[in-house]
């Protein structure tokens, strides 16, 4: 018995025929297509690596471990989603100058995690943002540059449009 | 072109591109979710493997009765040793892709299934009916040499595998005898998962031409290209290798392992494309780990603290198979014989099968080890000595312009400024000084850094294209996996031609029919042997385009200059042109040639294969560096925490400095895990923490104070004198560390990893025998 | 058959929801948040599960003020995180502490408190907070409505103290005055289950001595402990008692994580930081 859900998919509003113990994951990735959300093969046994993050209503969660029909009505953005026609997200532009991308394959989920930090404290701590990686994982670049590339976004971000 | 190449690297006084702070090269579609890895690699009709594996480490197969299985729907092919003709792979031929009489481990592959959903292909394997005769089963390496012990191969009538990695250097008996002090101690290390985010895996389809295609996130994919064929009987020519964007390997995608031909074979027979890509758990299960070894060390030294000898007796669990695990043992004795100075050196090594799984290899390839254990007894000899230790490593450090005593050339070598370095950035101030509960402690490293010629060859192969608009494409055989090839062979081809770095587009991993062969890229061999080979195929189009430009500048081309994408005459800058309007003249001017320019070049490292006796240079330059941790114990549990870490390294010139501090934050994280907390627990020859919340990772709140530090020259082999660096900040991360915990609290931990458990019962024991 | 359920209700009243969990009992299982359930997908625990029961329509997600905090079953952990309800208590500081125990934003925005009860884990933080606390279980079920004490709801891992027409719908968290409380984690990384944990609540007299309290202690054991705290004393007094009963009442789990001896051990530390940290948050805080 499969349920017809309606949300916000990065803009556009997108329906979609969903089973009741389908993933958010597997609903994005093989149905709509959008494959920068990335698997990490945990089949729900969740080891906090994050490489499936996406933003709901704001927030950050595991699309992985989460039941895709929970999305009807909402707002969901993934990866795909953060750049907007007139460029890259700051936070995009800033993890490829500060270097904090290695093989890759965790960085989606970590520009998701930076985004909702981001969008609700646009001037995080140390500590602020170190908590809101707490539940991604990456195994090249040991955090250094992504936190480093975190904090430079967010100087950008608050800088007033035009000003130096 | 090709051939060795000797001498000195003509490094221009001006950089344009080297050692500048440069986005990695393929981070635009990463950041944008747009790279595809293997996972995200559907092919149209494409089948989902899965294999049987079995449930005992040890037993005869009496039968197997895959009919039930087959009938299930969605289940397209049901393969066993019995339906399908492979060959045995490994470096002893002695593992059969699908086993047909025996099973050794609980990994062996006794059937397969490809169906069209991989949920069905899981349930299909419950269907598949075997019945086995369980045999008792040995896990401890030294009780299965002892007689009567189970034997894993019956054929071979021992379970002490027929590899002798020894090697002597002068009477070490003797030499230790003779000296002032002695200290020895036996060292564990554990099985450690590489555990990237992406998994293992293959798709594999046949062509219309007969031609085998697999995709495949290995990292050696020309070997792969000639092991598939080995293992499938095809000749190699029928084998096309392809990989996607990679999501980390850190060594573990070296071998062809039977899953591989195992997806090959299907494919085969269901002339569908294959793909099996593990599970998180299969991969914990499955994937090779990092391989474990017991060291039992001796050093002698003279009372000023000058060794003079070293005995290292290794003991390496093979698992049932010898596969790139064992192989640790040739690292793991180069360093029993590079690291520090020491006239003389037994190292012995017992390779065994058991019934435990087999191992992999894994950044660093046995360094991590070996030097976990050289390191860690070499400060209690220090200690013993009451010597500093940094006065200690300095006294028998490596210097430039010897050779050890199993013949590895040390040319540049700064490991006495890398010592100092991370002496002084730690605030050393002399041990029993880093403040209560706190500790400092100090470990080097010797390890290659300029290929490691483990293969017949070392080489990799480039080749550079000039499109009619100025574009160069520059296609290499090595792997690019998150390890930052790609940004190298940019910058190295940007400057050596002299032109814009975003002219300069990479062809990296894709496919083994276009890529000229590379030995696979591990060792931390890519920036050296790749980054030469660019440099050379870059060389060679440089001298092309110059040649033609002569002609129409009316110049000598030795009079002509490329710099900042301009040619232009050194005597008379009015004579110049921009290089690609001078690419479209040579190729379409009216009576021109019509000349394009393309090069293509194989660099072979000019190192040597071992002999028979284990002698020889196997590597064109070395690495060294030196580790200071400051660690902070809490006594009542136990835990460990490190605050800060100096990560100093002669990695000749830096010519990517982003990719240099990636490695090291990356590399001192992964040696964080392996000292204090990563482990994969067999027991009874399985894997008993095989989900990915329970094998346990440093995580983001674990990251301390992190200094990257470059010392040393540049090399004079490397492309503008770089030497390899990837590894190198796991190597010594452990010992420091174990070395920090014994300055802060007085216990030495001689078995990794040093869990909160282990220290506690280290504390335990030494405050009930005050 | 692995956990592929074919059905999906949405009950939109606490009757209906009791009617069609009567209905379906035996093969059928509440979902909250989903962060149990998927973690235990392929466990073979829910194989025989064919229904899912989602009780999102009931408006369950609240916190809400009665001699006490009332929060509903659905509420997120980071509402509750952030409720100025709960941090405008010191004595409910154990639950900010227990949610943040929790290693990843990811999960403190699925999970809801209703779902940790009901999974009944010793390891999950944040039913150790609430017995310390002496939360109440509320459920509603074809009877109506009944609160049952936490510890008495925990029964068994996975197996709370609900019958099958039964859910929870709320937890009820009495004030208590003068108190404050804290929760303790030990753990082997970040991403890690408790190997110990202990959540104490204490109570002073004005004279800074211990009214009254308790301390939980889950993690590594079957089931929780409770330790009650001795009335009259300093808490830097009653630490090494407290530490020295903790090791005295658990039963830890040996696995590959932790030895029972060392667990055991832990027990003991957690207990007594826990109450120290509760201690120290009633003088600065």
Redesign the interface.
Known sequence: MSTRISFILNGSRVTVDVEPWESLLDVIRKKLGLKGTKLAFCRGACGGCGACTVIIDGRAVYSSILPAYKVDGRNVITIEGLASPEGLHPLQEAFVEAGAIQCGFCTSGMLMSAKALLDENPDPSDDEIKDALRGNLCRCTGYVKIIEAIKLASKRMRRPAGGG | MSGQVTGVVEVKEELKHISK?V??Y???E????????L??VDMPGMLHAKILRSPYPHARILSIDTSKAERIPGVVAVITARDVKLNPIGFMKDNPPLKSNKVRSVRDEVAAVAAVDP?IAM?ALDDIEVEYDPLPAVFDPLKALKPGAPLIHDEFGTNSVNLDFGFEAGDVEAALKAADVVVEGTYRTQYVA??????MGALAWMDAHGVMNVMTNTQAPFLYQRWLAEALGLPGYRVRVVQP????A?GRSLDVLPFDVIVAALAMKTRRPVKL???????LQNAPPKQPIIAMVKHGATKDGKLVARSVDLVIDSGPYVSWGVFDARVMQYTATGLYQVPFVNFKTKVVYTNNPYCGAQRSAGNSQITFALESNLEELAEELGMDPVEFRLKNANKPGTVTSQGAKITTCAMEEALREAAERIGWRGRRSAGPDRGIGFACYFHVGGGARIYRSDGCGAAVKIDDFGGVTVIVGGTE????LDTSVQLIVAEELGIPLDRVKVYINGDTNIRLWDVGTHASRGTFVCGNAALHAAREARRQLLQGAAEFLDESSDDLDLKDGMIYSKKNYEKRMAYDKMIRRMHFFKGAKGTVVSTSYFYEPPSEEQDKHGYGNISAAYGFGCQSALVEVDR??G?VKVLKVVSAHDAGRVINP??F??Q???????GIGLAL?EEL?V?GGRV??G?????????????PE?IPVSVGEPDPAGPFGAKGMAESPIIPMAPAIANAIADAVGVRLRELPM???RV??ALRAISSTR | MPFKPSKLLLPTSMDDAAEVLSENAGHAVIIAGGTTIYGIKYSGLLDHVDTVIDLSKLGLDYLKEEDGIAIGAYTTFIDIARSSLIRSHREFMAIVDAIRAVPSRQLRNMATIGGSVASSLPYYDLPVALTALDARIRIYGRSGRKEVPILEFLEAPLKPKLMDHEFVYEIYIPFHEGSSSAHEKFTINDFDYGIMTASALLTFSRDGRIEGGSIAIGGGIPNLVTLDCVKGLRPEEMIDEVAELARKEVSPIEDYKASADYRRYLAGVVAARALRRAAWRYREQ
């Open positions: 702070e986005p990695k393929d981070s635009p990463k950041v944008v979710g747009e790279a595809r890895y996972a995200d949920e349930e590489a555990n990237p985010g992406d998994t964007y990679i999501g980390g850190f890509q593990f599970t998180r758990a299969e991969e996996y998150g390890n930052g009542e549990t835990k982003n990719g501090k990636g090291v934050h990356g590399g001192v994280m992964m907390i627990k027991s008993l923490n989900v990915f919340e329970e094998y346990k990772m440093p995580r983001v709140v674990d990251v992190i869990s909160p458990e506690w019962r």
